[in-house]
């Protein structure tokens, strides 16, 4: 069965507002669980067999922090592993790093993914202070370095050591913002999804308001209308207006199947997919959600 994780977006705000976010996070950006919200959605997940990990993200997860702990202690009292991402702003010193922390390897985390670029805090040392304070806590932590746009380069995930790679993703606020200048490929060319298994995903992202991303801004269905067990069972890509043109032949055969009009070229999939979907957010409403992560 599928999925094995289930990632909570706890909520769409954050302190930043960067150029490469999927989700056009940043502080005005509305949309964050409440207690009662998360309770029901771990149950949810508890009802699915094959889900073994919850991880919490944004957003920023720890700007609510106090909801943020507790729903890690819920998911663990539920028998989940469990993952954290953030952006450590609140890692000024090593030693509110280790009060920030604590708690959270008291509760047993699996796993803490610290994003450590220029997009981020750039020089700032506030990831190193994070990932020591973790480390000192016998905390799994990895950090996540997101290239520019023309650097090269390949993981984009360490064992609590900076990693320069991780290509941008051309989708959310990094097509208005960063992609101007770049090279492209010509449209026909992008003929699959290389970053995302639409078929049999191995995880979803659930968002405050329920909608159950396949891909950030792909909905499959909302949990608040329909449990996520029954939606995981009942998807079928094929039959689904965005996932299935492409599963059937990516990018490329999603512009044709939609009538989308392409340009000549896009820097990547993503790019062309993300354009063709912003275009079709009125026809198909229901997959495409929230019209937030689309900028709107």
């Excluded at 930043?16 to 959605?41: I, K, M, N, W």
């Excluded at 944004?58 to 507790?70: H, K, N, R």
């Excluded at 329920?210 to 069972?233: F, K």
Aim: hydrophobic share 35%; proline share 7%.
């Amino acid at each position: 069965m599928w999925p094995e994780q289930v990632h909570i977006l706890l909520t769409y705000n954050c302190n930043f507002e960067c150029d490469h976010c999927f989700v056009y996070s940043g502080p005005e950006a509305a949309g964050t669980f409440t207690l009662s919200q998360l309770r029901a959605l771990l149950d949810q997940a508890r009802a699915i067999p094959s889900v073994e990990r919850i991880y919490f993200e944004g957003g920023e997860a720890f700007l609510y922090y106090p909801l943020l702990i507790e729903g890690v202690r819920e998911a663990r009292e539920r028998g989940f592993e469990v993952g954290l991402v953030t952006n450590s702003y609140w890692a000024d010193c090593e030693e509110n790093a280790l009060l920030w922390l604590r708690p959270l390897a008291e509760l047993g985390i699996a796993d803490l993914s610290v994003s450590d670029d220029e997009f981020h805090l750039g020089t700032d040392s506030s990831a190193t202070r994070a990932v020591a304070a973790a480390q000192k806590l016998g905390m799994t932590v990895d950090t996540i370095r997101i290239a520019r746009p023309g650097v090269e380069a390949t993981p984009t995930h360490g064992r609590g050591e900076p990693i320069t790679g991780g290509p941008v993703m051309f989708r959310g606020r990094a097509v208005e913002k960063l992609t101007a200048g770049l090279p492209t490929r010509p449209w026909e060319s992008l003929m699959e999804c290389p970053y995302e298994e639409l078929e049999r995903p191995n995880r979803v992202h659930v968002d405050s308001y329920g909608h159950v991303h396949v891909c950030q801004g792909i909905s499959i269905g909302n949990v608040w209308q329909t449990p996520l067990a029954r939606l995981v069972a009942e998807y079928d890509p094929g039959t689904h207006p965005i996932s299935g043109p492409l599963v059937r032949g990516g990018p490329a055969r999603l512009a044709e199947e939609h009538g989308f009009l392409p340009d000549d070229g896009y820097v990547d999939e993503c790019h062309l997919c993300y354009l063709t979907r912003r275009s079709l957010l009125d026809e198909f409403a229901d997959q495409l959600a929230p019209r937030q992560v689309y900028g709107l």
